[in-house]
């Protein structure tokens, strides 16, 4: 059953409050800075498929961040982010990006991170466990605050399948959740490895072709 935080009944003095307790319940603690006098009203919908938390998120403009005294809490989770209305920056491990609607990227909660959007803004979230993602450390620190465009290519491949994970996800029975939700990790880790150029001595096997042949194993599970 999907899990629905909103501040629209509340008046625009309590809302603050209230979506600073969403944000960090729904993701991990974090600070949150609304910039607007008057706060837009925030919406969250939240679906779980294993250990991987599944958010679509809209509000107002705002900027949150991940501190060091809230990386004290020792939580290690990665956020993916698809943007689709609204633009941000995200700015983490000496990078800054903008991510505009249909590009997504990646934050990991155990460094400092920034993110601000200075718009009306829907974005659905993928919040999961680092240990989920089988990647090096020294290879996710290459790819925190960048724009994969879900336009083209391998990140095309991936912006889809989790874009229609979402949309099913509060039809989906436990087990072929959890099984989804690991395909979905599957496919990122196999675009990091390809970012990072760790399938350039594969040829004429492409990463591209292996993110379609995992994609295709997923949609025979389902049938």
């Given at each position: 059953m999907s899990v629905v935080l909103s501040t629209a009944s509340l008046s625009a003095a309590d809302r603050s409050e209230r979506w600073h307790h969403a944000v960090s319940r729904t993701f991990i603690p974090l600070d949150v800075q609304l910039?607007?006098?008057?706060?837009?009203?925030?919406?969250?919908?939240?679906?779980?498929?294993?250990?991987?938390?599944?958010?679509?998120?809209?509000?107002?403009?705002?900027?949150?961040?991940?501190?060091?005294?809230?990386?004290?809490?020792?939580?290690?989770?990665?956020?993916?982010?698809?943007?689709?209305?609204?633009?941000?920056?995200?700015?983490?491990?000496?990078?800054q990006a903008r991510i505009g609607p249909?590009?997504?990227?990646?934050?990991?909660?155990?460094?400092?991170?920034?993110?601000?959007?200075?718009?009306?803004?829907?974005?659905?979230?993928?919040?999961?466990?680092?240990?989920?993602?089988?990647?090096?450390?020294?290879?996710?620190?290459?790819?925190?605050?960048?724009?994969f465009s879900g336009q083209e290519g391998s990140a095309a491949l991936v912006a889809t399948f989790f874009a229609r994970l979402a949309r099913e996800a509060p039809g989906l029975d436990a087990?072929?959740?959890?099984?989804?939700?690991?395909?979905?990790?599957?496919?990122?880790a196999l675009l990091i490895n390809e970012r990072c150029g760790h399938f350039a001595s594969r040829a004429p096997e492409t990463a591209a072709a292996t993110l379609v042949r995992v994609k295709e194993h997923g949609s025979s599970s389902r049938a």
């Open positions: 910039l607007e006098d008057d706060p837009s009203p925030g919406r969250i919908v939240s679906d779980q498929l294993g250990s991987l938390r599944i958010s679509q998120v809209q509000a107002g403009p705002q900027t949150v961040s991940r501190s060091r005294r809230l990386i004290r809490d020792g939580k290690e989770h990665l956020i993916l982010t698809l943007q689709q209305r609204g633009s941000a920056i995200k700015e983490q491990d000496g990078r249909g590009d997504f990227s990646l934050s990991d909660s155990s460094r400092l991170f920034r993110k601000t959007v200075p718009s009306d803004f829907a974005f659905t979230s993928f919040h999961f466990p680092r240990t989920d993602l089988r990647v090096r450390d020294e290879d996710l620190r290459e790819v925190t605050a960048t724009a087990f072929a959740g959890r099984q989804f939700a690991a395909t979905a990790l599957d496919l990122l």
